[in-house]
C-alpha cells in the first residue's frame, strides 16, 4: 500500500511538472546585442530579466522558481528561451532620456521544437519620481513589464504582444546624445 502511495504522489509531481513553463537560464544576449558596455556590465540586465520572468513563471506553474538551467533535463516541460537583442540606456538615469529592453522570446517544447516566437520591446522613463531613480532602476522596471507580457502570452497561445511606441523623449534624447563609439573616445 506504501508502494502504491509512493508510485502515486510520483506520478502526480511528474504531470504536475509536464505541464509547466522554465525559464531557460542564463538568459543571454544576441551576438549583435546593440547595449553601452558599461550598462551591461552595472545593470545585469540577464539577471533583471531572470529575477522577473522566473517568479512569474513560478507562480503559473504553482511552485518551484519558474528556472532551469540551460542543458537541464527539463523532464517534458515547455521551456522559454529569452535573448536580449538591444538595450537603450546610458548613464544619467532619467536626465539622459527613457530606457528600453528589447529581446527575442521563444516558446520550445521539451524536445527543442519552437512553439511560438515574440518580439518585446518595453520603454520607461521611471514613473513617478523617475528624476530620481538611476539607470538600472528604471531598466528594472522595464523588466518587470516584460515578465508581465511574458506571462499572459505563456499562459494564452492567442495572445499577441504588442510593441510600446518609441516615446517623444526617446527621440529627442538619441539626437542630444549621439552614440559613442571607441573610434569617437580619444
Not at 520572468?53 to 521551456?79: E, H, R, Y
Not at 517544447?109 to 523617475?130: A, C, E, P, Q, Y
Amino acid at each position: 500500500m506504501k508502494k502504491l502511495l509512493l508510485i502515486g504522489l510520483l506520478s502526480y509531481g511528474t504531470a504536475a511538472f509536464a505541464s509547466s513553463t522554465l525559464l531557460e537560464v542564463p538568459v543571454t544576449y544576441h551576438p549583435d546585442a546593440g547595449v553601452v558596455e558599461k550598462v551591461k556590465q552595472e545593470c545585469q540586465i540577464e539577471n533583471m530579466l531572470q529575477h522577473r520572468v522566473g517568479p512569474v513563471l513560478a507562480k503559473l506553474n504553482k511552485g518551484g522558481d519558474g528556472t532551469i538551467a540551460t542543458g537541464a533535463d527539463s523532464a517534458g516541460a515547455t521551456l522559454l528561451r529569452l535573448q536580449i537583442t538591444h538595450v537603450l540606456g546610458v548613464g544619467g538615469g532619467a536626465f539622459s532620456g527613457p530606457k528600453a529592453i528589447t529581446v527575442n522570446a521563444d516558446l520550445l517544447d521539451s524536445s527543442g521544437k519552437v512553439l511560438r516566437h515574440t518580439k518585446i520591446n518595453r520603454w520607461s522613463m521611471g514613473g513617478m519620481f523617475g528624476a530620481f531613480k538611476g539607470t538600472c532602476t528604471i531598466l528594472d522596471r522595464s523588466a518587470a513589464a516584460i515578465g508581465k507580457d511574458l506571462s499572459r502570452w505563456v499562459h494564452d497561445p492567442s495572445y499577441q504582444i504588442v510593441n510600446e511606441a518609441e516615446p517623444k523623449e526617446a527621440e529627442a534624447a538619441a539626437v542630444a546624445a549621439p552614440e559613442v563609439t571607441p573610434e569617437k573616445t580619444q
